[in-house]
């Protein structure tokens, strides 16, 4: 089993930047592809971000150019930078692990963007 920790969101106003952290309980090695997704109020979630591996990127359109995801093996950690953020960023953020032909979660971290 893995259990996920997302932490870093908050309240940030537009054009600012967060940095969204998500911990592994086991090394992040063994574990498949890895992503980032969000679900604001009254809507589905949706990817963010996944990165594989060997470092493969996949990015939705809504955060090319703005947001990076990467992956620090040491740490056993998945990064989400994002930038030039928008009030349509606010949601629940939530990172995603495949492990053993599994889907795991973490509990989520609020990010709100407002003035």
């Known amino acids: 089993q893995v259990q996920l920790v997302e932490s870093g969101g908050g309240l940030v106003q537009p054009g600012g930047s967060l940095r969204l952290s998500c911990a592994a309980s086991r090394s992040i090695s063994s574990i498949g592809v890895m992503g980032w997704y969000r679900q604001a109020p009254g809507k589905e979630r949706e990817l963010v971000a996944t990165i594989t591996k060997g470092g493969s990127t996949i990015y939705a359109d809504s955060a090319k150019g703005r947001f990076t995801i990467s992956r620090d093996n040491a740490k056993n950690t998945v990064f989400l930078q994002m930038n030039s953020l928008k009030p349509e960023d606010t949601a629940i953020y939530y990172c995603?692990?495949?492990?053993?032909?599994?889907?795991?979660w973490g509990q989520g971290t609020q990010v709100t963007v407002s003035s």
């Open positions: 995603r692990g495949t492990y053993d032909l599994n889907y795991y």
